[in-house]
């Protein structure tokens, strides 16, 4: 690890891989370089840029895309600070955003009536996993001249590659499945073609990831495969379970047949479905509470993509930003509760779900 903030320079600076000086760390670190490396391998991209957090990383995004007027499309669902950063944008610095019901249709329908400069989507959105059919919509944007930027977070690189579909950038929070361990704050862009211009926008904003998250990043990456395979195929497990739970309402879970967008996540993703799924219980506020004060190896807390399962309340966490109108008309609702899972072993998540759900 290169845990220092300046490195020597006799004349003219030492260049890294990039082609860029090596000379100051908010500008460029070998060891965030080949983290960086290995995500741009992962994704199938030509370059990629480490960040101090996936908001950082989506911020320095926007701030380079954007100017005053220009009109960014994203999905009504989406990670609510994702959706606090873009309506600031437009409150501060006049940038139009315009909000579409997170569907297929509804996504193409609005991209090709407005003709926007930025199209963001989520591969799965947040809380209630719908699937968008990423070929259709990056095929849509890019037929108008559009730039589309995927976040990739739910899904990871195991699942799919939207770079390979044509989007321009892919974003991760890499404090979830990249770093894998809930012990580490970061973001990653990745870019389909080697963009110096956003390098230097990283370097004037001072978002770089430092040396000892990256060595982090790197240690998590390399059991990303293993991990996130295992947590999909517990997470389908946990989720027919609670689908048969006589507490249980509903389960949000794309890899379920009764999921509103299963064939598409089938189609798109391989037969996994990833680690996240969302359920509605039979009561309110009070039985949410009840469950999650009720738990004895599922944690209460609003993250996910760890070794840990973990479970969130969505109103009071990452959706509490979107607008009371928009989480009824998504469902994110009172009686949701999301749950990622984790590496445990898969009877244990079971039987603490079970004991938890008898609360109410």
């Not at 580490?184 to 004037?204: C, E, I, S």
Request: glycine share 8%; hydrophobic share 45%; aromatic share 8%.
């Amino acid at each position: 690890m290169y845990l220092t903030a300046v490195f020597e320079q006799v004349g003219e600076a030492r260049k890294s891989d990039r082609g860029v000086d090596l000379k100051y760390a908010r500008e460029e670190n070998p060891t965030v370089r080949a983290f960086e490396r290995i995500m741009a391998s992962l994704e199938a991209g030509a370059d990629a840029l480490a960040f101090n957090s996936g908001m950082a990383s989506i911020s320095t995004l926007s701030v380079y895309l954007l100017n005053k007027d220009d009109l960014l499309l994203t999905t009504k669902e989406a990670y609510g600070a994702t959706l606090r950063l873009f309506s600031t944008l437009g409150e501060k610095f006049g940038v139009r955003l315009l909000k579409a019901y997170p569907a297929t249709e509804a996504v193409v329908e609005a991209v090709k009536a407005a003709r926007p400069k930025v199209v963001f989507v989520e591969t799965m959105t947040n809380p209630t996993l719908k699937v968008l059919d990423m070929p259709e919509v990056v095929k849509a944007a890019k037929d108008l001249g559009a730039v589309v930027v995927v976040d990739n977070t739910f899904a990871t690189p195991v699942l799919v590659n939207p770079l390979s579909f044509g989007a321009d950038y892919v974003v991760h929070s890499a404090t979830k499945y990249i770093a894998g361990h809930n012990d580490v704050v970061g973001g990653v862009v990745v870019t389909r073609n080697v963009d110096k211009d956003l390098w230097t926008y990283r370097a004037m904003l001072g978002g770089i990831m430092q040396p000892f998250e990256a060595f982090l990043c790197m240690r998590g990456a390399k059991t990303l495969f293993p991990r996130f395979e295992l947590q999909s195929k517990n997470a389908k497990a946990v989720a027919e379970f609670l689908a048969e739970h006589s507490k249980v309402k509903e389960v949000l879970y794309p890899g379920l047949p009764t999921h509103r967008d299963h064939e598409t996540a089938k189609k798109l993703f391989g037969g996994l479905y990833g680690g996240v799924l969302s359920f509605r219980i039979k009561g309110g506020r009070p039985e949410v509470e009840r469950v999650l004060s009720s738990f004895k190896l599922i944690t209460p807390s609003p993250s996910l993509g760890g070794t840990e399962t973990i479970a969130t309340y969505p109103v009071l966490s990452a959706a509490s930003p979107i607008p009371p109108e928009d989480r009824e008309e998504l469902g994110i609702t009172e009686d949701l509760i999301r749950l990622s899972v984790g590496l445990e072993d898969v009877e244990d998540i079971i039987e603490d779900l079970d004991q938890a759900l008898s609360s109410i």
